[in-house]
């Protein structure tokens, strides 16, 4: 297994780390105030994670979908955040000329699902110098995801996860197979399991996706029983008004009891 540090956060080596926030950079009142409260509450417990808000979604279900404020908002934003809050950033890229920009304020660089056998992207991202998290797409089964890792390796990229978040089954449905996990682990990289996107029903509130956040907690503890290195969630402090992702957010007031369950789970895991 590859483990290694972004910034103080380690990702492997026995640590279950958190990748947490909400989907799109609102504005900057909100984010300093999420990564303040959601950073208080990771060192309340115990954990290690990484602050996670998107500058652009541009994947949405429709044309009139909210996207965010742009990437230069979105990276002045995440500035802010890194400055004054004190932790890591993660945000995604979607074209190749992002990425060097993002480079510059991001410490882990995200590419999205739809996007990750896109060589291009992959490679210019690896050669960032950033670690570079992929999320496997929902069109892909796991063990194809070795071409993904080598395919960063390749560019240059020693710093590599790959997150599961679902795989299409029928229509505007995702399923999780738990397979998944020690599969892509066997690759020698930290695997991340991206638990509020696997709830999302894609498209399925015709011009917005739908999800089913009432499974958070029983998904996210079933992946740390399998032995997942980090756990990605996209938490809001009021997801009914959320601008993006609402119905598969977290609520900010159950992230704190699921972190402690969590930790304590992947503490049995390792004994």
């Known amino acids: 297994m590859k483990s290694f540090n972004v910034d103080n956060v380690t990702f492997g080596d026995g640590n279950l780390t958190f990748i947490l926030g909400p989907c799109v950079v609102e504005s900057s009142q909100h984010a300093l105030f999420m990564a303040r409260e959601i950073n208080d509450i990771c060192q309340a417990v115990g954990v290690e994670f990484v602050y996670k808000s998107s500058f652009d979604k541009a ?18 934003v995440l500035a802010q955040v890194k400055k004054e809050i004190g932790v890591p950033v993660i945000t995604d890229v979607h074209e190749t000329w992002q990425v060097e920009k993002v480079a510059t304020v991001a410490d882990i ?27 496997k797409g929902q069109f892909l089964a796991p063990w194809d995801a070795k071409n993904i890792v080598e395919k960063l390796q ?19 449905n995702l399923v999780v197979d738990l397979r998944s996990f020690p599969i892509m682990r066997s690759f020698g990289v930290p695997v991340v399991f991206d638990v509020t996107h696997s709830l999302q029903l894609p498209g399925g509130l015709g011009k917005a996706t739908g999800g089913q956040a009432e499974y958070i907690e029983h998904f996210a503890r079933a992946g740390v029983a399998c032995g997942v290195d980090a756990v990605f969630m996209e938490v809001h402090d009021n997801p009914s008004v959320a601008p993006s992702d609402g119905p598969n957010q977290l609520p900010l007031n159950r992230l704190e009891n699921l972190l402690r369950k969590l930790k304590q789970i992947h503490e049995l895991v390792k004994e």
């Open 109 to 135: 660089i995200q590419i999205p699902a739809f996007l990750c056998r896109q060589t291009d992207l992959l490679v210019e991202s690896a050669k960032s110098g950033k670690a570079v998290n992929v999320k």
């Open 59 to 76: 994947n949405r279900s429709s044309i009139e979908s909210f996207r965010g404020g742009g990437m230069d908002f979105g990276l002045d």
């Open 154 to 172: 390749q560019a240059g990229s020693e710093k590599i996860l790959l997150t599961e978040r679902g795989a299409s089954f029928g229509y505007n």
